[in-house]
């Protein structure tokens, strides 16, 4: 069963079509490559699915059910997380509170608990010690009280990742996980987000412009060109097409 | 030269810091915390004021087991002298009628400064709702002031007593009344710290930070922003009743935007963002309010033609430049958001290196 299902999704921005008649899925358990040139539309396309931009025209299911008119935070609470292109953490703040923001449901949340901090301590620590274990996962425990704005680009890199799976996520959209990260990092990075598929059924959409490592990880592929849907195919497939060889790499 | 008090001058200074403080840690949660732009401070102040105008006439002399006379028109003066009379032999009713004052002044005030911001914050630019505060602040000022029946008018309501006037001695009361002042602003302090320190403060500063990526982490933007408001706008009022019981008087030209702006001021100088801040920053605005008090009162009677009050308005617009251009962080800069899951982590992980930069 398709998890995400994309039905002739268009963006228009005053005169310019940015996302053009879309239509895509995203099986349950897949890891789904999304490629393009710049500006072709794809991180568009991840802010209509997040619902951090309105849909000109078009509809996107989620798990069956139709989350287009949703805002951003109504679509986290349904089970999709995001990531950004530049890294958007709270700098201000610690590893630590970067990650329990994201916690659902917390009661110190109301303001009525709030100030009564013997009211959700308990609570907290429960999320204190999940967070940790994530942050175990992805090789920052030891940065746990760093603020966010001294880590390294590739640690920043994967503290939006671990920050995205507090809310326990059924898909995570990715734009661009590896911008700006050293290549070996960058391998390292793709492996902690095939761990998340296989050891905790996380399905994955992935913007990415390095396809060598891309192809290494993904299922299937879409190429988006000019806000439309060029080709679909295997990395393999996709790789030899030879539309694609000539927008993409000037072949 | 008129000779100065020493303990006078303290007691005023000490008074007007622990109202101030009130209206600092009101702006600072909102504004420092929340990123809620608020230029209508004087209105939810005034709200204050207001109640405590409508209390002192209305509801005091009630408590007191005595009728109430009309405070305005032809009988101001009777309806003075009773209320007066009441502070000065009832204290208990005096007691009561500022608990209750309180009570309302906060719950009124929070009330509207809830719904002013649920209704404008969904709209895309939170200073929408910046500038239908300032209007707003003024348009019920306005309103009040040609109401003949609230608060009298431009006459006012004079005789707002502050509740330890039954001690006849000037000196211990307002030295009653001052330590009150500040009680209530140190508990407003702890209540704000505890907020801050709060997974809520954790929130509000998500959304001062970012507030797309903390929409897309879930938090509901409006409701939080309207909550924080709710809980500075009581806070403010508070201030707002001190404020009319310190001068004995509620006027509504005491609550124009130049309010507003002082309680700018004192959050800029302090540091935005820090309770800490804002205690200083009123602290020092205190003491540049009863200094230029002073110094106009001694010019003045030395016969000095120079207006010394505007020196005030002066000092102020530079305090605001330069802070800005020099330390926009303000005097005491926030510090970096830990909240009680470090404390639990850390002592779950035993001694550890304070902090590993990476």
């Known amino acids: ?251 | 030269m008129i000779n100065i008090d020493i303990g006078a001058t303290a007691i005023a200074i000490l008074t007007l810091f622990g109202i101030y403080s009130l209206m600092a840690i009101s702006l600072n949660l909102e504004y420092g915390v929340a990123g809620v732009p608020n230029f209508g401070q004087a209105l939810f102040v005034s709200i204050g004021a207001y109640v405590a105008g409508l209390t002192y006439t209305r509801v005091l002399p009630l408590l007191a087991g005595l009728e109430s006379i009309h405070p305005c028109g032809p009988t101001m003066g009777q309806a003075l002298q009773l209320r007066s009379e009441i502070m000065a032999t009832q204290p208990l009713a005096g007691f009561i009628n500022l608990a209750l004052t309180l009570l309302i002044a906060a719950l009124l005030s929070g009330a509207v400064g809830f719904a002013v911001s649920y209704v404008t914050l969904r709209l895309k630019e939170e200073w929408f709702l910046a500038l239908v505060l300032l209007v707003g602040g003024e348009t019920v000022r306005i309103v009040v002031r040609g109401a003949d029946d609230l608060i009298c008018s431009h006459n006012g309501i004079s005789g707002v007593a502050q509740p330890f006037y039954f001690l006849g001695d000037a000196r211990s009361g307002s030295l009653l009344f001052m330590l009150l002042c500040v009680a209530l602003a140190l508990i407003a302090y702890v209540y704000s710290q505890r907020l801050v320190r709060s997974p809520f403060g954790r929130m509000l500063k998500g959304l001062r930070e970012n507030e797309a990526v903390t929409r897309g982490l879930g938090k509901g933007i409006s409701l939080a922003r309207a909550q924080i408001m709710l809980i500075g706008s009581g806070i403010a009022a508070l201030g707002g009743v001190l404020f009319a019981l310190n001068t004995g008087f509620v006027n509504t030209n005491d609550y124009v935007v130049t309010l507003t702006l002082d309680i700018w001021v004192m959050v800029v100088l302090g540091g935005i963002g820090n309770n800490r801040g804002a205690l200083l920053g009123a602290a020092l605005i205190a003491i540049l309010d009863r200094f230029t008090q002073v110094a106009a009162i001694t010019l003045n009677m030395s016969g000095s033609e120079i207006e010394f009050n505007y020196v005030r308005f002066i000092a102020f617009g530079l305090i605001l430049l330069l802070m800005l251009r020099y330390r926009p962080a303000g005097l005491l800069p926030e510090s970096p958001l830990t909240t009680n899951a470090h404390e639990v982590i850390r002592r779950a992980r035993g001694p550890q290196p304070v902090s590993k930069r990476a």
């Open chain 1, 1 to 251: 069963m398709p998890l995400l299902e994309l039905y002739n999704l268009r963006k228009d921005f005053g005169g310019l079509r940015a996302v053009d008649d879309i239509s895509l899925t995203v099986p349950q358990g897949a890891i789904i490559g999304l490629i393009g040139p710049n500006g072709s539309g794809k991180s568009t396309l991840i802010d209509l699915i997040a619902g951090s931009a309105d849909l000109t025209a078009g509809k996107v299911i989620f798990a069956g059910e139709d989350i287009s008119d949703l805002p951003a935070d109504a679509v986290f609470h349904k089970g999709i997380a995001r990531g950004y292109q530049e890294p958007a953490l709270y700098f201000k703040m610690t590893v630590l509170d970067n990650l329990l923001l994201p916690v659902k449901g917390q009661r110190g949340e109301q303001p009525w608990y709030a100030p009564r901090h013997s009211a959700w301590q308990r609570e907290e620590r429960k999320h204190a010690e999940a967070a940790m274990e994530v942050l175990r996962q992805v090789q920052l425990l030891p940065h746990y009280d760093t603020l966010a704005s001294d880590l390294s680009g590739g640690q920043m890199k994967l503290l939006e990742i671990a920050r995205a799976l507090m809310g326990k996520p059924k898909l995570l959209l990715l734009d661009e996980p590896t911008a700006g990260v050293a290549p070996k990092l960058a391998y390292d990075i793709f492996q902690q987000i095939a761990r998340l598929r296989d050891d905790h059924g996380i399905t994955l959409l992935i913007v990415e412009h390095r396809l060598e490592i891309l192809f290494d990880f993904v299922d299937y592929v879409y190429v988006m060109h000019l806000g439309a849907l060029l080709a679909q195919g295997s990395a393999a497939e996709i790789g030899a097409h030879a539309t694609v060889r000539e927008v993409y790499f000037g072949d």
